[in-house]
Nanobody
């Protein structure tokens, strides 16, 4: 099993919070210390877009402008898990959220840079 597995999605009111988790396998990275993971999302009728990324070894993060200041990405190396804490959620955050992994020490906002993808978890923000 090399595909990551997301969890934590659900229904929340605008202004609320959710925390997503992504469990990765150590088999995901050929060199476990030299990898990165990211969150992408795809809203209804929209293309998939980058949300946030984090490097596994140093924890360097990068965010999309639309979520900066509201979302926080983190990782727990001991448990092979990445998180996305989402605060002050808005209806436009409604989407299927995907976790993805890549080789190499740098995060990226480009889908094509990622090797493995999870099945996604639905987040719905009501007004």
């Amino acid at each position: 099993q090399v595909q990551p597995v997301e969890s934590g999605g659900g229904l929340v009111q605008a202004g609320g919070s959710l925390k997503l988790s992504c469990l990765a396998s150590r088999r995901t990275f050929s060199n476990y210390a030299m990898g990165a993971m990211a969150w992408f999302r795809q809203g209804p009728g929209l293309e998939r877009e980058f949300v946030a990324a984090i490097t596994w070894s140093r924890g360097i993060v990068v965010y999309a402008a639309s979520v900066k200041g509201r979302f926080t990405v983190s990782r727990d190396s001991a448990n092979n898990t990445m998180y996305l804490q989402m605060n002050n959620l808005k209806p436009e955050d409604t989407a299927v959220y995907y976790c993805a992994t890549k080789q190499g020490p740098y995060g990226s906002g480009r889908e094509g840079d990622y090797d493995y993808w999870g099945q996604g978890t639905q987040v719905t923000v009501s007004t």
